[in-house]
């Protein structure tokens, strides 16, 4: 793994984390209230302190604003004249603008959408059509910290933290565009938290989001149709098990702490045994869920082998004992998907299979995920968007490109 050297040379874990966790808040120009920021308890408790009004009022609202779109207060025709000229007076509906949308060939549908007062960030979104359902793939950071040597979002650095606002208007812009009325014209049926960036380091933004995408008055998704995906912030999905009950996956990609801290970094600090502990308390503390997806790229004689398989089928096996329930582990298998620069490659088709039948055969549910959208680079691990990147990240990876003799326009 020559060409991989540079996995080894990753800055302290700990200071990076923590920096994110400070979550570098946007300066927010307007001093009006940002409705799309508001959970449901946050629009309860803006109606009735701010604005004086009864809890209702902000039911209203929340319909007008994620089952109609509509933005503007005069358009919300019942509500009374005086109360449209406090909303007016006090709040505003912004959301994000589209840079631009790309339809792929195969039906999935990719978003550019700029964020906030600091115009020139830009994060990606994508829609994933597929028999009956309609999934939502949704970014969290504009860009991402930690690293993961494997994924394209990592080389474009980190910027900051979205907002509620702007992770609820990834899925309100494109519920609109796609013409999703909820509990009637159900085009959107699942959000995975897999667009950009890490969920976990932006707890409280991400959660309320996802309690907007799972209330009536929002999106109305059932909580298993809304998965948040993590690299495996141990201390962090013990806090989710305790807010919400939605659908987990881990990114694994490695099934012992060798490989594992080669491509995931954040290993180091959560190794898999804590890891893997960490998710059975989150079955627990959720009675309704009997699962947890486990997230694993193929990559050609990286992960691929074998005994790659054979010990992550031990783990899967390990996982159900402790979780004390059958196929409390799932295995999603993703192809590695290319970006310009990688020195990966996607494991051959006939790897893939074998890597899956020895889990099938060991009684592990294991799919294969389809790519999808990589004509318009809008796969997993392919996200980049406009990141201006604050670690200086972009401008390492260009050095190392530079030095391996991969020409500029790969940056
Ligand atoms: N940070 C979170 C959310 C991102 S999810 C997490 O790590 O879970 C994006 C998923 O795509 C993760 O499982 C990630 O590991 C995977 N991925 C990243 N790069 C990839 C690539 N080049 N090919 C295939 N999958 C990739």
């Known amino acids: 793994m020559s060409s991989h050297g540079e996995h080894t040379d990753f800055a302290p874990i700990p200071l990076k984390l923590a920096e994110q966790a400070q979550g570098a808040a946007v300066a927010v120009v307007s001093t009006k209230q940002n409705l799309l920021d508001l959970d449901r308890e946050g629009m309860e408790k803006f109606f009735v302190e701010t604005l004086g009004e009864q809890k209702f009022r902000a039911h209203q609202v929340m319909k007008w604003i994620h089952h109609r779109y509509v933005t503007d207060f005069e358009q919300m025709t019942d509500l009374g004249k005086n109360l449209r000229a406090k909303l007016q007076e006090h709040a505003e509906v912004v959301v994000p603008n589209v840079v631009f949308d790309k339809p792929s060939a195969d039906g999935t549908h990719k978003w550019l959408l700029g964020m906030g007062v600091d115009g020139k960030n830009a994060v990606e979104t994508v829609y994933i059509p597929d028999k009956g359902r309609g999934t939502l793939c949704v970014s969290s950071q504009v860009g991402c910290g930690l690293n993961c040597s494997f994924c394209s979002t990592a080389t474009q650095g980190f910027n900051r933290n979205l907002t509620t606002a702007e992770i609820i ?7 609109r565009h796609l013409g999703n009325v909820p509990a009637q014209i159900r085009r959107l049926t699942n959000v995975v938290m897999m667009g950009m960036g890490e969920p976990l380091l932006n707890f409280d933004n991400v959660v309320r989001a996802m309690n907007i995408m799972r209330d009536d008055l929002g999106y109305g998704l059932a909580s298993k149709r809304v998965t948040l995906s993590t690299s495996g912030l141990v201390p962090m999905i013990d806090r989710l098990s305790t807010e919400t009950d939605v659908a987990l996956a881990i990114s694994l990609h490695a099934p012992n702490d060798e490989l594992r801290g080669q491509l995931i970094p954040l290993n180091r600090k959560y190794p898999v045994a804590e890891l ?9 503390a959720n009675k309704k869920r009997d699962s947890v997806t486990f997230e694993y790229t193929l990559m050609k004689g990286v992960n691929d082998q074998p005994e790659h398989a054979r010990q992550l089928a031990q783990l899967m096996r390990k996982f159900d004992n402790a979780a004390q329930l059958k196929n409390a582990g799932k295995v999603n298998l993703i192809p590695f998907n290319p970006f310009p620069g990688t020195g990966y490659e996607r494991s051959p088709e006939e790897d893939i299979r074998a890597f899956q039948k020895l889990l099938l055969d060991s009684g592990v549910l ?36 530079q030095a391996r003799g991969v020409g500029d326009a790969a940056a």
């Open 276 to 284: 893997m502990a960490s998710c059975v308390r989150y079955l627990r």
């Open 169 to 175: 208007g990834q899925v309100w812009i494109t519920a």
């Open 366 to 401: 294991t799919m294969v995920r389809r790519t999808r959208g990589d004509d318009i680079d809008a796969a997993c691990g392919q996200l980049k968007g406009q990141v201006m990147d604050r670690t200086r990240r972009q401008a390492e990876f260009k050095r190392k490109l």
